[in-house]
């Protein structure tokens, strides 16, 4: 039998038909606009049935007991289990108010329905403190669109004459969207690649600028002087559309090509000629994604590349930057019930907190400086749904320090990690498969398309939604949680769009509820507070931020900058790869023959110069700590660069980027920090230590 579904292995979230025998997913297939031979493959789709039918997977709820035969746990039954976690939220509350509980959602979560039900719990409940990823992930990023014009654009990548793909690795992160732009290569669009890795698509563009890790807010900056410079620009839609537009001249003209390419790795003709040409083929569209992202000028960066959109009139236009036309949806958050003068632990990311009505508190190391610090005030209880901090966040020592601080920490998982094993009580996920829910993504714009439940759960597995209805009726909140079944709660969410279960199920391709529209700007101005593109941000100003982007200047994004001498090498976080999600599915052996482990990239040149060869055990070392990993010798980085492998944590903690990673210097905005680029010592390991 085949069904329906989206995947959610990763947050690509593609539609896919997936094979049933006997109650059991033996296959799973990726629909694609492309023929199956052509478009991109998906290993972690391919290891669907590895994945869900783990032995690994957790089956039933684990509460610690130093005696208990599962790794210092002990089996319980869901009453008690989540009898345990209501208890103990309610002794927090009562003793130390309700703010002093919060919850983490991580990536698993963040384009599902939980992400609401969970906020609808927490606020209930009487605590602000729902906090998510997106100051590492993309949040910092949409924030910046939003702060220039309104919202975060959809690049019409299919209808393009140009696409420039900054920081974005589809080919390994969505496939959907790297089938669109070979199916627009074939079509004539020209490719621009921004990206300091030789990457398969970068191998494939006109052009491809190698940009000093970071570095991307300067490039943006030096391309908009030379459109505004060489009248590249589409004059009309600046004059009736944009705010700012000499503020954003002047600005822009202290970053001219020449003065700012030698420290971009760049020349002045690469940047002039990539502005050239992004400028003068209409239309054009730009992928932005992570590679901006875990930046410390991720804000004021992302927003210049907005402004570029805007400069061009790429805004909104056919094989432009569409503005997204969300699917009307029921409040489910109960924001309301919060006390008016209870400040979030995020309340010094004030601006980052509220831009967005869905997306909440996202400054995640608020989180650590509450538990660790008391900032603003202590948290003592953490549940953490769909995450691995302990992997994941910024500067594990400080992570696990925090996590092992508080008085107790609920994990809920579909495995095992690092996470859970220092967790009071771990409650058994169901699987993407194994549940039906509301993608985000799928609310985005105009298709909804439905992730069904397409076979049982595993174990005692529960899924996300029933964990959340159910403990929200342990602690007294059966009028906010009424259903039964995620369809009824579903039919609530969707309701003001006049959508149901039912009727997405028997649409499996998914329903516009709307028919796409262009240039909505015409009649209805842009959602800012000026109703324009915002070059230069009064709001940005009024509170103490340069109103355009690296007005105030631009400071090295690296932490450690300083230290050149100690730390010589600008450490990159690697791309995603294809068969894992961030520190997920190591532990399944069809993926993990393919790629049995991470590597550190070091250029040919500083290979010699450090006599390394493919295959030596390096130690590579920051302030905070150090991790070790073989070497790869490659020149798909620039000599003076490494790149890390990203996500081994998991399997050895000496494999984990975030030893390295500083969570002290942070984006004012959005609290973002270095993650992705940072200075670093290289040493080859001196003992006979062959690592893991
Ligand atoms: N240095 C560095 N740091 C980074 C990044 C980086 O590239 N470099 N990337 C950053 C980014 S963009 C992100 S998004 C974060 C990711 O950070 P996390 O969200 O912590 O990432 P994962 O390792 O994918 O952890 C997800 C967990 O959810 C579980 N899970 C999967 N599906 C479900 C489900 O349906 N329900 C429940 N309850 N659990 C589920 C998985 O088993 C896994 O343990 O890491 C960030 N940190
Ligand atoms: N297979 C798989 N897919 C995933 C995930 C996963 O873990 N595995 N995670 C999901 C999540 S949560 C996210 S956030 C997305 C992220 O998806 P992407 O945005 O594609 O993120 P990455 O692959 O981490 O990095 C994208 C590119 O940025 C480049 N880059 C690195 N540093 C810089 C820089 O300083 N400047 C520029 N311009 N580029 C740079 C990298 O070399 C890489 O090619 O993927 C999602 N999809
Ligand atoms: S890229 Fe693969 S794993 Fe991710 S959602 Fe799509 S099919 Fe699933
Ligand atoms: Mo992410």
């Known amino acids: 039998m085949k069904k329906d579904t989206v995947c959610r292995l990763c947050s690509a979230c593609c539609p896919v038909e997936v094979t049933i025998r006997n109650g059991r997913l033996t296959a799973a297939r990726r629909k694609s606009s492309l023929p199956p031979e052509q478009c991109q493959p998906c290993p972690k789709l391919r290891a669907a049935a590895d994945i869900t039918y783990s032995p690994n997977r957790l089956t039933t709820p684990l509460i610690r007991d130093r005696n208990g035969k599962h790794n210092g746990f002990r089996t319980a039954g869901w009453e008690e289990a989540l009898d345990a976690v209501a208890t103990r939220m309610q002794q927090y509350r009562q003793e130390h108010g309700a703010?002093?509980?919060?919850?983490?959602?991580?990536?698993?979560?963040?384009?599902?329905?939980?992400?609401?039900?969970?906020?609808?719990?927490?606020?209930?409940?009487?605590?602000?403190?729902?906090?998510?990823?997106?100051?590492?992930?993309?949040?910092?990023?949409?924030?910046?669109?939003?702060?220039?014009?309104?919202?975060?654009?959809?690049?019409?990548?299919?209808?393009?004459?140009?696409?420039?793909?900054?920081?974005?690795?589809?080919?390994?992160?969505?496939?959907?969207?790297?089938?669109?732009?070979?199916?627009?290569?074939?079509?004539?669009?020209?490719?621009?690649?921004?990206?300091?890795?030789?990457?398969?698509?970068?191998?494939?563009?006109?052009?491809?600028?190698?940009?000093?890790?970071?570095?991307?807010?300067?490039?943006?900056?030096?391309?908009?002087?030379?459109?505004?410079?060489?009248?590249?620009?589409?004059?009309?839609?600046?004059?009736?559309?944009?705010?700012?537009?000499?503020?954003?001249?002047?600005?822009?003209?202290?970053?001219?090509?020449?003065?700012?390419?030698?420290?971009?790795?760049?020349?002045?003709?690469?940047?002039?000629?990539?502005?050239?040409?992004?400028?003068?083929?209409?239309?054009?569209?730009?992928?932005?994604?992570?590679?901006?992202?875990?930046?410390?000028?991720?804000?004021?960066?992302?927003?210049?590349?907005?402004?570029?959109?805007?400069?061009?009139?790429?805004?909104?236009?056919?094989?432009?930057?569409?503005?997204?036309?969300?699917?009307?949806?029921?409040?489910?958050?109960?924001?309301?019930?919060?006390?008016?003068?209870?400040?979030?632990?995020?309340?010094?990311?004030?601006?980052?907190?509220?831009?967005?009505?869905?997306?909440?508190?996202?400054?995640?190391?608020?989180?650590?400086?509450?538990?660790?610090?008391?900032?603003?005030?202590?948290?003592?209880?953490?549940?953490?749904?769909?995450?691995?901090?302990?992997?994941?966040?910024?500067?594990?020592?400080?992570?696990?320090?925090?996590?092992?601080?508080?008085?107790?920490?609920?994990?809920?998982?579909?495995?095992?990690?690092?996470?859970?094993?220092?967790?009071?009580?771990?409650?058994?996920?169901?699987?993407?498969?194994?549940?039906?829910?509301?993608?985000?993504?799928?609310?985005?714009?105009?298709?909804?398309?439905?992730q069904d439940q397409v076979i049982d759960c595993i174990g005692d597995s529960w899924p996300d939604w029933k964990i959340t209805f159910e403990l929200g009726r342990r602690l007294g909140l059966d009028k906010e949680f009424p259903w039964q079944t995620v369809e009824g709660a579903i039919d609530y969410q969707l309701q003001p769009a006049g959508l149901t279960t039912a009727r997405l199920r028997s649409s499996p391709s998914g329903i516009a509820w709307c028919r796409v529209e262009h240039e909505k700007f015409v009649s209805q101005g842009f959602r800012t507070p000026s109703g324009k593109v915002e070059f230069s941000s009064p709001r940005l100003a009024e509170n103490g931020y340069p109103a355009v982007p690296f007005g105030h200047g631009f400071d090295s994004p690296l932490s450690d900058a300083g230290q050149q001498a100690a730390f010589p090498f600008i450490g990159i976080s690697g791309e995603r790869c294809n068969r894992y999600t961030h520190s997920q599915f190591r532990q399944v052996p069809a993926l993990r023959k393919q790629e049995p482990e991470g590597y550190v990239d070091i250029h040919p040149e500083d290979a010699q110069r450090l006599a390394v060869i493919d295959g030596t055990l390096l130690q590579v070392s920051t302030p905070r700590g150090c991790i070790r990993m073989k070497a790869r010798i490659s020149d798909r980085i620039h000599p003076g660069s490494i790149l890390i492998a990203w996500g081994w944590g998991e399997v050895d903690p000496r494999w984990s980027i975030n030893n390295l990673t500083d969570d002290t210097l942070r984006n004012p905005v959005t609290a973002t920090p270095s993650n992705r680029s940072f200075m670093c010592k290289v040493e080859k390991c001196q003992q006979a230590d062959k690592g893991v």
């Open 99 to 450: 703010q002093s509980v919060a919850w983490l959602r991580g990536m698993a979560a963040d384009w599902g329905a939980p992400w609401d039900y969970a906020s609808r719990l927490m606020h209930a409940f009487g605590s602000p403190n729902v906090i998510g990823n997106g100051s590492v992930c993309h949040v910092a990023r949409e924030m910046a669109h939003a702060f220039t014009y309104g919202a975060m654009t959809i690049p019409q990548i299919k209808d393009a004459g140009c696409i420039m793909v900054w920081g974005k690795n589809d080919q390994n992160t969505c496939p959907p969207a790297f089938d669109a732009i070979l199916q627009a290569r074939r079509q004539g669009a020209r490719l621009i690649v921004i990206d300091p890795v030789r990457t398969p698509l970068a191998e494939m563009a006109d052009i491809w600028l190698q940009i000093k890790p970071g570095y991307d807010g300067l490039l943006a900056m030096a391309m908009i002087d030379t459109i505004i410079d060489e009248e590249l620009f589409d004059r009309d839609f600046v004059r009736q559309w944009c705010l700012g537009f000499d503020e954003l001249r002047r600005v822009a003209q202290t970053f001219t090509a020449e003065n700012i390419a030698d420290k971009l790795w760049l020349t002045a003709a690469d940047i002039r000629n990539t502005a050239r040409l992004y400028a003068t083929t209409s239309p054009a569209c730009i992928v932005d994604g992570n590679g901006l992202d875990m930046q410390l000028p991720v804000f004021d960066a992302t927003r210049a590349v907005c402004m570029l959109r805007a400069l061009t009139g790429n805004l909104d236009r056919p094989g432009g930057d569409l503005i997204p036309q969300p699917v009307p949806t029921r409040d489910m958050q109960l924001k309301e019930r919060l006390p008016a003068d209870l400040p979030p632990i995020t309340c010094n990311y004030s601006l980052f907190s509220s831009f967005h009505h869905n997306w909440g508190l996202h400054a995640q190391s608020s989180l650590i400086d509450a538990i660790l610090e008391e900032r603003p005030y202590p948290i003592r209880m953490l549940i953490v749904q769909s995450g691995n901090p302990a992997v994941t966040m910024t500067d594990t020592n400080r992570v696990r320090q925090a996590l092992q601080k508080l008085e107790c920490l609920v994990a809920i998982d579909l495995f095992a990690t690092s996470t859970t094993q220092l967790a009071d009580i771990v409650l058994p996920a169901a699987g993407c498969f194994e549940k039906t829910q509301l993608n985000r993504a799928a609310l985005r714009h105009s298709l909804v398309t439905l």
